[in-house]
């Protein structure tokens, strides 16, 4: 455990469909009832993009609200294997993850707050435990109930845009100088770095027939109507995706009476890649979970 003036950092793992899921708890240092699961995106880990997370983690316990973030199955150091993950195994993590929050905290409402596909994780899981109350939806992409709305191709097309741009995005980090101190310090987790880049593609027959992605995607819409809690949106100005999910989602809250508000950073790319940015998201964030905690 690393201890703060304010709150406790502890590391602790739980499991999901049979495998260890591994995780940070912040623990607050007035419990204030209500707490908050990070859902990191496809390509992340729970740390979040530019340690987002941890920053937003460690402001919410001065608040009194805890938190966990953790990695999905497949993920950082957690169990699984990468080319078996999909949104929909990392939303049937999601259930587990509340699960060990209340367990080791006592929070008795949850908060999920996720950011790009980790949003649509959160969105899908919303009604996966009776313990949530709210989400918190940073750039979350449109998430289409069927593949001929939105963009889907086949899956080895999936598979290999994905490890190009998991191949582009280490060979962009290899000429910073930061990466070059964690090599020598021993801090870059080369096994991630393989698995990304290494695994094989999924045959079709690895695909649960009973529950296609288009079937689970349609559940979760249905699903949804009944949630009984509160969305917030917030977005990047900056953002190509912002116009059309902003209306989707509003749309979406509105016709199934679901209370939902937005907010947008002016200026602002996808990930927030800036300490002003940032800074807004968290502090907006904050202040929607003090208002309805």
Not at 16 to 44: D, E, N, T
């Amino acid at each position: 455990m690393r201890g703060g003036a304010m709150s406790v950092q502890q590391t602790v793992t739980f499991k999901s469909a049979g495998k260890q899921l591994v995780g940070v708890i912040q623990r607050a240092g007035a419990p204030c009832g209500a707490g908050v699961v990070f859902a990191h995106g496809w390509s992340g880990y729970r740390v979040g993009p530019h340690g987002m997370f941890v920053h937003c983690a460690r402001r919410l316990a001065i608040e009194g609200i805890p938190s966990l973030r953790f990695d999905f199955r497949g993920r950082g150091d957690s169990e699984g294997e990468l080319e078996d993950a999909s949104l929909i195994t990392m939303a049937a993590d999601m259930s587990p993850a509340v699960d060990c929050l209340i367990e080791r905290t006592g929070a008795n409402q949850v908060f999920l707050v996720g950011i790009c596909s980790g949003a649509e994780v959160a969105f899908a899981a919303a009604t996966c435990h009776s313990a949530i109350a709210g989400l918190a939806l940073w750039s979350a992409p449109v998430f289409w109930a069927d593949a001929a709305e939105g963009e889907e191709i086949n899956t080895a097309e999936v598979a290999s845009r994905k490890k190009r741009y998991y191949a582009a995005e280490y060979l962009r980090k290899l000429l910073r100088p930061e990466t070059w101190s964690k090599l020598f310090s021993g801090r870059i987790q080369f096994g991630i770095v393989a698995r990304v880049l290494l695994a094989r593609r999924k045959s079709t027959t690895d695909i649960d027939s009973a529950t296609t992605p288009q079937e689970w995607r349609r559940n979760v819409l249905r699903e949804f109507a009944g949630f009984g809690g509160k969305v917030l949106g917030v977005y990047g100005a900056h953002d190509p995706t912002t116009g059309q999910a902003l209306q989707w989602y509003q749309s979406l809250c509105t016709d199934y009476a679901i209370p939902y508000s937005h907010h947008l950073v002016q200026g602002a790319n996808h990930s927030y890649y800036s300490l002003v940015w940032e800074r807004e998201v968290m502090e907006k964030t904050l202040s929607w979970l003090k208002e309805n905690r």
